[in-house]
């Protein structure tokens, strides 16, 4: 099995950033993508960035221009730069890997316990 542990979340005024990690605890045999999501009260779980193994990003319209993605294979690790954040931003943020961890295992979505991201006004 494996592990996704996030940090990097907190407290941060409004204009201000945060750069979140994520990191697996081995190495996968293949990833698809890799992601992160958002889920605010009462809201449904949202995404908000993807990369593919190629290195092809994907961005909710809300945090264009904005948030940025990125990993570091060497340290199994997923990144999210967030910037100039918004109150609107406030959500508890979930990484997502999609991959295999044996050549002969199934494809499966591992997902990280949540990080608690705050934009105060």
């Known amino acids: 099995q494996v592990q996704l542990v996030e940090s990097g979340g907190g407290v941060v005024q409004a204009g201000g950033s945060l750069k979140l990690s994520c990191a697996a605890s081995r190495k996968f045999f293949r990833i698809n993508d890799m992601g992160w999501y958002r889920q605010a009260p009462g809201q449904q779980r949202e995404l908000v960035a993807a990369i593919t193994s190629g290195g092809s990003t994907n961005y909710a319209d809300s945090v264009k221009g904005r948030f940025t993605i990125s990993t570091d294979n060497a340290k199994n690790t997923v990144y999210l730069q967030m910037n100039s954040l918004k109150p609107e931003d406030t959500a508890v943020y979930y990484c997502?890997?999609?991959?295999?961890?044996?050549?002969?295992?199934?494809?499966?979505?591992?997902w990280g316990q949540g990080t608690q991201v705050t934009v105060s006004s």
């Open positions: 997502n890997t999609e991959g295999k961890i044996t050549p002969w295992g199934r494809t499966t979505h591992y």
